[in-house]
């Protein structure tokens, strides 16, 4: 019972970290494929204006929120699983 206990924190803090793309999308829905709204949030850019980075992490988050605010846009999380 210990061992079933233990996987499963391990499983639900690695799924906890995982790291996922968002993206920016202007007003015409178009995706901002700027570089740095992802940079200087602290994410690492993937081309086309696809953002990796982790999405638990408040402070990335918020970073990127801001960033892709500037640009007259809104974030668009695609929960797909990315690798840096």
Do not use: H, W, Y
Not at 3 to 16: C, E, N
Not at 20 to 42: F, H, M, P, Q, Y
Not at 45 to 64: E, H
Request: charged share 20%; hydrophobic share 35%.
């Amino acid at each position: 019972m210990k061992t079933t206990i233990a996987t499963l924190v391990l499983f639900v803090t690695m799924g906890l970290s995982a790291k996922t793309t968002s993206l920016c999308r202007d007003v015409g829905n178009k995706v901002i494929e700027d570089n740095g709204v992802c940079s200087t949030a602290g994410g690492a850019p993937l081309g086309k204006g696809i953002c990796c980075f982790d999405q638990s992490n408040a402070l990335v988050k918020s970073r990127f929120d801001i960033a892709c605010d500037d640009k007259l846009g809104t974030v668009q999380s695609t929960g797909e699983a990315c690798e840096t």
